[in-house]
Every structure is written in C-alpha cells, then in structure tokens.
C-alpha cells in the first residue's frame, strides 16, 4: 500500500486497534496487525473523516456503508486466513475491507454490484498501489472463473446461503456470511465445505449489514 503517513491519524488508528484488542468477541492479532496497516480516513468520504477511527459505520457513495473495523476484525478473524489463500470477497463497499484483506497477504478476488461505488474503489486501490482482482458484478454469480477459492467473505446480508457461492468454496474451505431470517433478524453464519457435497453450517451471533441485493446497478 502506497500512501503518505500522519501522525495524526497513525495515533488514532493505534488507538481504534488498541480498543479492539479489548473487545470481548476477542479477535486475532494477525488480523489487528493488518487492520492496523490500514489508512480507514482514505476510504472514507471526506466529511466523515473526523470519526474514521470511532469503532462506527460511516455512509459511503450509493447509500452504502463502510464496515465497522470491529465488525472487519470479526469477519476476517472467523476466517482463520493464512497468507497465501485465494480469498473472494463480496460487496467491495469503499475497499477497507479490501484493503484489510490484502494488508493481511491473501490473494483478493472482490465483486461490486453498484458501479458508482466500483469506480471510485477502482480508482483508489489504483492511487494506494492495492493489488486486488475487483469486478462490478453480481456476488450471488461468484467469480466461476477464478474458482475455487479458500475462503469467501460476503458483507451484505444475504435472504439464503448463496448456491453458487457454496459450489466455489474448496474442499475445506470456509465461507463466513451474515443471512437474515424471515422474521428480519440477520445472524452470521460459517460454512465450511466437507467434500464435494455436504457443508457444515454454524448460525453465530446476530450482526446488521445492508441487504445483499440480485443484479447490477449501473446508475
Ligand atoms: N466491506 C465494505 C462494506 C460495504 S457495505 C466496506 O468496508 O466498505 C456492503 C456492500 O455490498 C455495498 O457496497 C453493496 O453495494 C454491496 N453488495 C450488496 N449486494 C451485493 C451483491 N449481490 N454483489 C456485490 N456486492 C453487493
């Protein structure tokens, strides 16, 4: 990652992973170490900079969110990422978690399904030298072509398990998705893939995210 480091904000983003090492949900230090690696104020829009190291989402462009880094911290903890693994992440978002994931030195596969967000994502992971594969697209299609992958990580709230996001995982590989149920309470679930055709899935805590939504928006 190319960028130019203040005091300022390396003294917040110390403190934010400070924070998060006390939380109860206790996550990996290999995964606050990449956490810490990464400039959050960048990803945020301009106004919201103030408040880029508070453990908070923030609106991003499209009606969007970025992450809660607690929430990046839970995510990718839950994964148990090693370097190396072929990770596909969906929902790019703003590209902090993006950002987080390769800080970490897995190989990122990343979908978009607004254009507008896609965009102006590209375009920083261009400018902060993010080596990242990111597509606008439809995460329930997956990335067939890059399949199969060690790891997915969806952070939109999905209605159902996505098929076609199950038959792209490797065999023992580990998919960790927030799905709402029918009565609108969204918890997160790991999958992890036994063979060919039986998974084991865990329902964990409950989480908010936006939804994940079908198809592209090009507006
Ligand atoms: N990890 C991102 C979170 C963004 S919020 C960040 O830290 O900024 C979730 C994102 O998922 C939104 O940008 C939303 O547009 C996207 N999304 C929702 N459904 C999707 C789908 N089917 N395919 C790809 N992205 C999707």
């Known amino acids: 990652m190319n960028f130019v480091e203040e005091p300022k904000f390396a ?23 990449a956490i810490s690696k990464v400039p959050r104020h960048l990803f945020c829009q301009p106004m ?14 499209a009606k969007q969110t970025i992450s809660q880094p607690s929430t990046v911290a839970r995510q990718m903890s839950l994964l148990e990422l090693k370097p190396g693994e ?12 993006t950002a987080c994931l390769v800080a970490f030195g897995v190989d990122v596969y990343s979908i978009e399904r607004q254009k507008a967000l896609y965009d102006i994502t590209s375009d920083l ?25 060690d790891k997915i990580i969806v952070t939109a709230g999905a209605f159902q398990l996505p098929p ?21 309470v969204s918890n997160m679930h790991r999958v992890r893939r036994i063979d060919e055709s039986q998974f084991a899935v865990d329902k964990l805590e409950e989480c908010n995210f936006v939804p994940m939504l079908s198809g592209v928006n090009n507006a």
């Open 164 to 184: 076609k996001l199950m038959a792209q995982l490797k065999v023992g590989g580990m998919m960790i998705i927030p799905v709402e149920d029918s009565s609108g």
């Open 125 to 149: 992971f261009q400018r902060l030298d993010i080596r990242v594969n990111n597509i606008c697209g439809d995460g329930y299609l997956g990335m067939p072509e890059h399949a199969p992958f």
């Open 48 to 61: 919201y900079v103030a408040s880029a190291y508070e453990d908070v989402t923030l609106p991003i462009a």
């Open 86 to 97: 072929k990770v596909l992440e969906i929902g790019t978002g703003s590209g902090y978690q």
């Open 11 to 33: 003294a917040r983003r110390r403190m934010m992973v400070a924070q998060l090492r006390t939380n109860k949900l206790a996550f990996s230090e290999d995964v606050l170490d």
